[in-house]
């Protein structure tokens, strides 16, 4: 009887002596560096972070919804959606980023032994069903010297709606007006051909087993399996393979926006890789406006939680494959920080 | 002539089945193994006890998740279970009650509904008006999930009963409510827990009604209206993540839950038989 | 005096309390069935109810949606995939209820049980790691090279011999719908009373006949309960049939291509759709699913009111 007294006061006082639990919901790409950033911010503050990837969607319906305390998504709010936000709220939308991510074409033609060489073009036309054989002249004309196989080109994509589509499409759109105007731009879009397969493993899954596949993933999930992945050109003529100070790169533009809702892909940036993204986590402005918040010590705790990602929090990027934050980013964010408020009160 | 005529074909018969159920066994069989070997790795003291670490940190665990289960689940069942079995017993008992026709329709229906609306029905019904997520909601949604089948299992046992038996009930002057209580569902326990155990198995699988509800939590939790992590939550996010130990832990998570259900089912009949 | 008030007293309460726990029930429906079509309502209005229907087109970056890939996709695939479980689960309830000696059949009997018990998730999981390699391997490209080369025609009915798509999927949900089928089917057989089987054996006929001219009929409403639960199991199975049947929304189908359910549909794309029109278009979707539970078990009613025989009816 008096065990089970201890174990109960045991397992409560930490749940007491923590007091504040922030929830947030969002995008999957970001999952394990969050993972990562809450449980070391944890162990340092004691402030519990409980975060859970339902999709950006998911966690722009949920910001909305007012059911957590921030959310998460892989593409900016679009102006429509600031809009909505602003309309009912009475609010903005500050957006917080926190890494880089990039997502690279992974292929499947046994022998090869370094990377091949895409165009922006190329790729869009890969992926409209244009080019029908990996021996084609436009993909040797890359690679000279490299001995492509006449294997059937075998389209792969997502079949569920994602934040890795958006940006592989947001790509294509740029470097090809085919694209542009027959598919388009979405998280799910209508893909003119190809296998469909669900999430990046399914992607994965199907490119491994499909000799001449070809298919796009985010490069963590590459890396930590081992695919092959291809160079991209981008736009000022380099092929660039995706790696994290490539992506890192990706964000040395200039006129970088104050609210960092900025697209990085086919970026202008001369050693980056073009299809990169930042990925951002949303809050309100004005924090007392969002029902999840009870208190100012709540407000205050996100403050502090987003201060430290943006800073310390960004040593931990990179040792999981994410690249951290250029310097004009957590500029950026610092203002954007300093303007969050709780009932017109600045937290900082 | 006819009589081995007959008999051949009586052991003809003997054989197709039997082959019919080894048809149902085989993949089962396949799959059993296959997650047994593939989860039996993970299932270490650090995963029952630990709450889950981030990629690439040794020793974390389910332990929110198995706590969550249990207290997600159990809920469920009693909301289920009492509104289930209530929906069956009218239905089969008083045939004649208006009530019958549109519930058995809807009973039905609701079967067909995927796992994923039901959890959408539970965030407009119970997460909006409570203002955040809990696992509350994430037991209604489950519940409703419940519902047809227990239902219809409940119904259709009670069908097959002899009417006798409520005869003799009513002969002895009891009245319909006690020929109910104390005769008919006695007799009907064993398919009445059949269903229950199915309608429990199907809920304690799904993520999809808990995205939106239990939402999931890092953190042990034991509050009923705050957020809950769950064993398939946890499958659903780690199987499909990068990682090959987050990997490994879905299949654990995988196995523990089959484990728990093979075991639940077990100790339910053994209990029902006597 | 007092027994009157127990009887009269305890049955109003008992059949008050029942009629409130079916209403419970009757009111979670219509909340559901209400929710979907006001979430829906948006896509209805803005293609007509028909016109979103029968359209094949499903298109988010144009928002222009149509469910009837996905109708036909479903109708198709639990269809399927209940042909092919019905005779497996039939027998293997034959097995536990008669045939087998009583530790077997309970063994039997608790493993059925055991597929019920394997999380959705899972079954998605092996059905990706195991089964597609094993089908692709050794059924989709041998038949598609032996028909390359003996039946050309048939190989746009066969389709891409990848392992995902539609002939997987329907496999995998055969698989979990079968122990829905078989525990009914297998209570109702053990429910089938003793005397009628007695007077069949007294006859002098075989342990086959008995069941099949005496046990099967008697216990056809619990088989067939069973049937429909399975079946409305296998319209509404989410999370296998997703990860095995490649969502793909261009009719139309071939045996091994890809395909999408309505239920695959709406988990693939639910949580990432952010267009007002998307989510409608994925609830009105999610209304029609409901719709067609309907009709399948308005029909399957009328067919079980012609076939029972059970003593249990007045």
Known sequence: ?348 | MNLRRRYLRDRIMVAFVYLGTLVVLLPLGFILVHVFLSGVGALNWDFFTKPPAPPGEPGGGMLPAIVGTFVIDLMALAMGGALGLGGGVLMAEYPEHPLNRPLRLVANVLGGVPAILMGLFAFVVVVLPMGGFSAFSGSVALAVLMIPIIMRATEEVLRMLPWELREAGLALGLPRWRVTLSLVLPAAKGGIVTGLLLALARAAGEAAPLLFTAFGNSFLSFDPLGPMDSLPLKIYVYAISPYEDWIRQAWGAALLLVLLLMVTNYLARRAVRR | MKARLYGKLGDALFTALLVALALGVLGVAGLLAWELWVGGAPAFRAFGFWGFTLSSEWNAVSERFGAWPFLIGTVVTSAAALILAFFPSLAAAIVVAEYAPRRLGEVVAYLIDLLAALPSVVYGLWGIFVLVPLVRDHVEQPLFLWSAEHAPALMGLLGPPTGIGMFSAVLVLALMILPYASSLARDAIRLVPREQREAMYALGATRWEVVRRVVLPYARGGIFAGVVLALARAIGETMAVTMLIGNSGQLPYSVFGPAATMASVIANEFTEAEGELHLASLLAVGFLLLLLSLAVNLIADFILRRMSVGEGRK
């Open chain 1, 1 to 348: 009887m008096l065990r089970r007294f201890f174990w109960l006061v045991f397992l409560l006082v930490p749940a007491l002596a923590a007091g504040v639990t922030l929830n947030g919901a969002g995008a999957t790409f970001p999952y394990p560096l969050y993972a990562k950033y809450f449980s070391a911010y944890h162990k340092l503050t004691g402030v519990r972070v409980n975060y859970q990837s339902i999709g950006s969607g998911g966690g722009i319906r949920q910001l909305y919804a007012q059911t957590v305390h921030f959310g998460a998504s892989d593409a900016p709010l679009t102006d429509e959606q600031v809009e909505a936000f602003e309309r009912k709220f009475g609010t903005a939308v500050v957006h917080v980023p926190t890494a880089l991510g990039a997502v690279v074409p992974i292929y499947n033609l046994p022998g090869l032994s370094t990377p091949l060489r895409f165009s922006g073009p190329l790729l869009a036309d890969l992926f409209l069903g244009k080019v029908k054989k990996w021996n084609d002249p436009r993909i040797a004309e890359l690679n000279p010297g490299v001995k492509l196989p006449p294997f059937p080109v075998t389209v792969v994509h997502r079949s569920d709606g994602s934040g890795t589509t958006y940006v592989w499409t947001e790509y294509l759109a740029k470097v090809s007006q085919e694209w542009r105007d027959r598919v388009g731009v979405g998280k799910s879009v209508s893909w003119p051909t190809g296998l469909g397969g669900k999430g990046n493993e399914g992607v994965a899954g199907l490119v491994r087993q499909t000799p001449g596949a070809i298919g796009y993933a985010e490069l963590v999930y590459a890396v930590q399996n081992k695919i092959a992945y291809g160079a991209v050109q981008n736009r000022a003529g380099k092929f660039v393979l995706a790696d994290l100070a490539t992506v890192k790169a990706a964000a040395a533009i200039d006129d970088f926006p104050a609210d960092t809702r900025v697209s990085l892909t086919d970026t202008p940036a001369p050693d980056g890789y073009p299809v990169a993204s930042f990925t951002w986590i949303l809050v309100y402005r004005d924090l007392d406006k969002n029902r999840a918040f009870k208190s100012k010590a709540e407000a205050k705790a996100l403050f502090d939680l987003l201060w430290w990602i943006v800073h310390d929090g960004q040593k931990l990027n990179e040792a999981l494959h994410y690249a951290a934050l250029p310097e004009v980013a957590v500029r950026a964010s610092e203002a954007n920080l300093r303007a969050l408020r709780y009932r017109g009160e600045p937290l900082e």
